[in-house]
């Protein structure tokens, strides 16, 4: 068996066929009419959810204000909270996925342990990237007082950051649920939460 290593987040196009037995049997398209969607899976879609629309909220708003729709004080003004709120909760998200719940799902399912670790991997990747998305809109936003070539420069260097973030975090969330959900489905929400220590 190949190793998380093997399927980088930068290089896979989805899961490897060998951790997909849950997601054939439960297909996506058949989620919202299950019983067990109710709770934590209906959680976890609405956190993955909502870090798609604020990742789509980020990559509009860089989009805005590089063709001339938001003024550079505005821009700033409505850019630092939301890319705050997104790298921050991000990083929560994933911390409580891996030390809480990957752990509890990998014991509740010992056959699909190799993908938590591959989704474990995955954060590590996903950090660096929130670091470097991190830094180039720090680098950005130092460049509002100064020259429009300086702003133009520094905020394509950001859109270049933010939009292979967003790759990345498409293709995890995506991964992620094709794993995740159908477990919860296939067990309920009582079976792991013994697993998990959940109220």
Do not use: C
């Not at 009419?33 to 609405?46: T, V």
């Not at 590089?66 to 705050?84: K, S």
């Amino acid at each position: 068996m190949s190793d998380a290593a093997d399927f980088s987040l930068l290089e896979r196009a989805g899961l490897p066929d060998d951790l997909r037995w849950l997601t054939q049997k439960y297909p996506r398209e058949t989620w919202q009419g299950h019983g067990n969607i109710h709770g934590l899976a209906n959680m976890w879609l609405g956190r993955h959810d909502m870090f798609r629309e604020l990742g789509g909220m980020l990559t509009d708003g860089i989009g805005n204000y590089r063709e001339g729709r938001l003024a550079a004080p505005d821009f700033a003004r409505w850019f630092a909270p939301r890319l705050n709120h997104f790298l921050g909760n991000l990083d929560g998200h994933h911390n409580v996925e891996d030390y809480q719940y990957f752990p509890a799902f990998a014991k509740a399912e010992p056959r699909l342990k190799r993908g938590f670790e591959i989704l474990d991997a995955d954060h590590h990747t996903i950090h660096e990237g929130l670091e470097r998305n991190a830094d180039a809109a720090n680098a950005f936003i130092r460049t509002l007082q100064e020259s429009e070539d300086r702003q133009r420069v520094a905020a394509d260097a950001y859109a270049d950051e933010n939009s292979r973030l967003i790759a990345m975090l498409t293709r995890h969330l995506a991964d992620e649920e094709d794993l995740i959900i159908p477990l919860i489905l296939d067990r309920g929400d009582g079976a792991l939460d013994a697993e998990t220590d959940i109220d």
